[in-house]
């Protein structure tokens, strides 16, 4: 990158400072190779500009939770137990239900460095006076072994 800015800049500065004259059909071909490669120059460099210009930095948050289990049973979700999360995302598999005001859908919720998506919501989340994540386990038994724990949560916010 730095390189290239070298090249343009030098080239901006001979063809400036009048080092080929236009009226040798010679120089006038390497002016126009060298316009041509200082066009090319400029093309990568907004290249590389619009790619720098699309990273996004999801912010990181930590936080104290208390942070809770559940099982995508009919003990623990009905009358909403038909396999799916809130957002419509397979029950069985490993996730999160958080108040979607809090910590949006699609976030990211590590507890205890294992990552969960955040793919669902409930009502004792939501009326939560204190940020509370319920963490979905396959079974009732691993949600009620789990029980509720105070825990310092990393939140990738999406």
């Known amino acids: 990158m730095r390189e290239l800015i070298i090249v343009i800049l030098f080239l901006g500065l001979v063809i400036s400072a009048g080092a080929w004259r236009t009226d ?4 006038a071909e390497e002016i126009a190779g060298l316009v041509n490669l200082l066009h090319d120059c400029q093309d ?8 720098v210009d699309t990273v996004v930095i999801n912010p990181v ?5 208390l942070v809770t289990a559940y099982a995508p049973d009919s ?8 396999g799916f999360t809130a957002t419509m ?20 919720v590590v507890i205890d460095g294992v990552p969960y998506e955040a793919d669902d919501t409930g009502h004792a989340m939501r009326e939560a006076n ?3 994540i319920d963490l979905r386990f396959p079974t009732r038994e691993e949600a ?7 825990k310092v949560v990393e939140v990738i916010l999406r």
């Open 130 to 132: 204190q940020l509370h």
């Open 75 to 82: 003990a623990s979700c009905w009358p909403y137990n038909d």
């Open 61 to 65: 948050i930590k936080v104290n939770a």
């Open 144 to 150: 009620l072994a789990f029980g509720r724990q105070e």
């Open 44 to 51: 990568q460099l907004d290249l590389a500009k619009a790619r």
């Open 24 to 27: 040798n059909i010679e120089n």
């Open 89 to 108: 995302k397979d029950a069985k598999l490993p996730g999160v239900a958080v108040d979607p005001n809090r910590i949006p859908f699609g976030s990211i």
